[in-house]
């Protein structure tokens, strides 16, 4: 696997106190020319941004040469080796080194960097991150957090999880809480994000055992998460102004977004299909050019470009596996923003906060038990 040794130096260094992303140049569906292209956006956003790029040096060093001004705050990592779309979580994790992916996390991993981006392979990420970087103290599994559009004056909301893991207990929805409602204060700038628990029903009777008992947990351990726990919510909830930050399983998570997905892509098609049927919708899309674009700017997915995985000693996104130029640039640009905040040490605080809560609570609920 490649090291410092073994880099082209094209002008990074980790040292200088600046912020530095490491990212996987050669994981996406689109290559490495569309990842290249997104961190050239990226850098004329964010100046004094550095950037380690993994991936096989003959292909980057032209690509980086032809972006204005990005050789002097790029540093390219030799590896060799891709994980594809189509390679087992548990093979990377046995033979994943000397990969870009693998290269990509090690950075963070040694401090040269303070967040991974990568268009690949999600379940080898979460793998080799995990393997990697190990979870915060307190967490018993990461979760994978997306952004929603929404009617809240941000535009998006939090959801987690989205596909880390299919089930979760109580504990894990409690700490996905926590986790979720940490993204949301560094993420959205929210101070006091409001939680709720997705579930078939707002009434607190409804639901699964795993899901009354994390509702009761949730209430106790607001305060200490720094969060508003608003009760149950439903499916009409995700994008709505009601809450900030729905938390549930990966299973439920991931159909939902894959369903929103769709559904927007769906949209998308049939209003397109209708403003070219004839000459009156052809004439009337030219007069609302102007609403139309709008709208295409705020429900186009490229700009929430970028799952978080929580839970990490790390902070990992993910961006989506055909993402362009633009959806890079904006992967690279969350994870730009986290990296400054010092998010994974406000987590890891939260995460700890809210355990020792728990504790207490599960303490005295003993006590009671015994006193009864």
């Known amino acids: 696997m490649a090291n410092g040794a073994d880099t082209a130096a094209t002008g990074v260094h980790a040292d200088r106190g600046d912020i530095v992303i490491s990212v996987d140049a050669m994981g996406g569906d689109r290559g490495p020319a569309a990842v290249v292209a997104g961190l050239a956006i990226s850098a004329a ?116 999880d989205v596909g880390a893991g299919v ?10 809480a926590t986790m979720g409602a940490a993204y949301a204060r560094n993420g959205l700038s929210l101070k006091r994000p409001r ?22 947990r949730m209430l106790e351990a607001a305060e200490a ?12 909830d995700i994008p709505s102004d009601r809450v900030d930050v729905i938390v549930t399983d990966g299973f439920t998570g991931n159909v939902a977004l894959k369903t929103g997905e769709g559904t927007a892509k769906l949209v998308s098609d049939f209003l397109k299909e209708a403003l070219g049927s004839g000459l009156l919708p052809k004439i009337g899309a030219l007069l609302a050019m102007g609403s139309l674009k709008r709208l295409q700017r705020r429900i186009d997915p490229r700009r929430v470009n970028g799952g ?23 992967a690279i640009g969350l994870a730009v923003q ?32 015994t006193k009864a």
């Open 195 to 216: 939680v709720g628990l997705l579930n078939v029903g707002t009434e607190e009777h409804k639901g699964r055992a795993e899901l009354r008992t994390a509702h009761d």
């Open 45 to 160: 956003r964010h100046p004094g941004v550095r950037y380690l790029i993994h991936g096989d040096e003959a292909t980057l060093s032209p690509l980086v040469a032809r972006q204005a001004g990005l050789s002097s705050l790029v540093r390219i990592v030799h590896a060799e080796r891709v994980v594809t779309m189509h390679d087992k979580p548990s093979q990377v994790m046995r033979s994943g080194a000397g990969t870009s992916m693998w290269s990509t996390i090690d950075s963070v991993k040694a401090g040269e960097a303070q967040a991974a981006v990568s268009c690949g392979n999600t379940g080898a990420l979460m793998a080799v991150s995990m393997l990697r970087l190990r979870k915060v103290a307190g967490v018993n599994r990461p979760a994978i957090a997306c952004l929603w559009p929404s009617r809240n004056p941000g535009g998006f909301n939090v959801m987690l």
């Open 338 to 369: 986290l990296a400054r905040s010092g998010f994974v040490d406000r987590l890891a605080a939260r995460v700890a906060s809210t355990g020792r809560t728990g504790q207490d609570a599960a303490v005295a609920a003993s006590e009671d038990g």
């Open 308 to 330: 978080v995985f929580l839970g990490l000693n790390g902070t990992v996104v993910k961006s989506h596996g055909s993402a362009d130029e633009t959806g890079v640039a904006a």
């Open 225 to 236: 998460g720094g969060f508003d726990f608003v009760g149950f919510v439903e499916g009409g």
């Open 167 to 176: 089930e979760a207990e109580a504990e894990d929805l409690l700490q996905f």
